[in-house]
């Protein structure tokens, strides 16, 4: 089984530039989420979609930061103008009953 | 609001030596619990959750843990520690058993002397 696919792994842009991740999840998990991991500190919960809808964007910097999921499957996080706190790894995770299957991040260095 | 503490952010023990790493919780009602390892370049991979029943739970790689209440505690234990195992764990709490809405630690890093 394919897991949680993402790209770019890694990505430097500079300060006030817009970046763009993707995400493909495991094929037929209703449910994805995007997480902001900061180096040293655990993964902190951006967004959740079930299906197409979002369910919880409490987190979201909604002034800069924007995530959908057409269809129900892909989803896309943009930063835009990014900011130098921005640095970090942004996982994808999709879920499945109670598990949650993580893929393997993108690394993001604003300078 | 939930919350989780991982108190050590480092540990270093021996290979064939026993670990215990720690994991302090705040939930407003029954929580529900994972321990997630991270090797360098790789995304989280679950090792083992708590949702009800027997505290005392198994999971993959010779892991277990144990819940606690009355300590809001779920620490992750391993008798014999290998080489491979060195890596950053992370403890979570969730709101339901479906995994949504997981608020994690800090993370601690284990390293593994041979």
């Known amino acids: 089984e394919a897991g949680v696919a993402q790209s770019p792994r890694y990505k430097i842009i500079e300060k006030r530039q817009s970046v763009a991740f993707w995400c493909n999840p495991i094929?037929?998990?209703?449910?994805l989420y995007w997480y902001q991991q900061i180096l040293g500190q655990g993964p902190k919960l951006l967004i959740q979609?079930?299906?197409?809808?979002?369910?919880?964007d409490s987190q979201l910097p909604k002034d800069r930061f924007s995530a959908e999921r057409l269809k129900g499957v892909d989803s896309t996080l943009k930063i835009q103008p990014a900011k130098l706190e921005d640095s970090a790894v942004y996982l994808c995770?999709?879920?499945?009953?109670?598990?949650?299957?993580f893929g393997p991040g993108t690394r993001l260095t604003v300078l | 609001a939930q919350s989780v503490t991982q108190p050590d952010i480092h540990i270093t023990v021996s290979e064939g030596a026993s670990l215990e790493l720690r994991c302090n919780y705040s939930?407003?009602?029954?929580?529900?619990l994972f321990w997630y390892v991270q090797s360098p370049g790789q995304g989280l991979q679950l090792l083992l959750k708590?949702?009800?029943?027997?505290?005392l739970v198994q999971g993959i790689k010779g892991f277990e843990a144990e819940f606690k209440r009355s300590q809001s505690s779920f620490n992750l234990r391993k008798p014999s520690v290998h080489w491979s195992d060195a890596a950053e764990y992370f403890c979570?709490?969730?709101?339901?058993?479906?995994?949504?809405?997981?608020?994690f630690g800090g993370g601690t890093r284990l390293m593994v002397k041979p």
């Open positions: 995770a999709s879920s499945w009953r109670d598990e949650q299957f």
């Open positions: 939930y407003g009602a029954t929580p529900y």
């Open positions: 979609f079930q299906n197409n809808g979002v369910v919880d």
């Open positions: 094929s037929g998990h209703a449910t």
């Open positions: 979570a709490v969730g709101s339901n058993n479906a995994g949504n809405m997981l608020t």
């Open positions: 708590y949702f009800s029943g027997d505290t």
